[in-house]
Nanobody, 115 residues
Framework: QVQLVESGGGWVQPGGSLTLSCAAS????????VGWFRQAPGKQREMVAR???????AYGDSVKGRFTISRDKTKNSVYLQMNSLKPEDTAVYYC?????????WGQGTQVTVST
């Protein structure tokens, strides 16, 4: 069973940048689409960005032009570069490897954008 570990969250001022990382325990991770999701208090979890095994990408409307997803198959990792952060980006960010039954999830990393 693959394990996913997110890192890179923290506090940043509006307009700032953060890069999140998702590291997988197995290289089969590289065969699957991987997504970043986020969940703010009182809100449903939403898809932020997704990248396929052949590096096709998709983004949620609220982050297009500001966030970039990428992956490094040599490191079994997926990244989320977040620029021009806004207070409404504040949430717990989760990494998901696609698969049966919803795939696998990491434990999440908190991102807080505030003054």
């Amino acid at each position: 069973q693959v394990q996913l570990v997110e890192s890179g969250g923290g506090w940043v001022q509006p307009g700032g940048s953060l890069t999140l990382s998702c590291a997988a325990s197995e290289n089969t991770f590289n065969l699957y689409s991987v997504g970043w999701f986020r969940q703010a208090p009182g809100k449903q979890r939403e898809m932020v960005a997704r990248i396929t095994s052949i590096l096709a990408t998709a983004y949620g409307d609220s982050v297009k032009g500001r966030f970039t997803i990428s992956r490094d198959k040599t490191k079994n990792s997926v990244y989320l570069q977040m620029n021009s952060l806004k207070p409404e980006d504040t949430a717990v960010y989760y990494c998901n490897q696609a698969g049966p039954g919803g795939g696998y999830w990491g434990q999440g990393t908190q991102v807080t954008v505030s003054t």
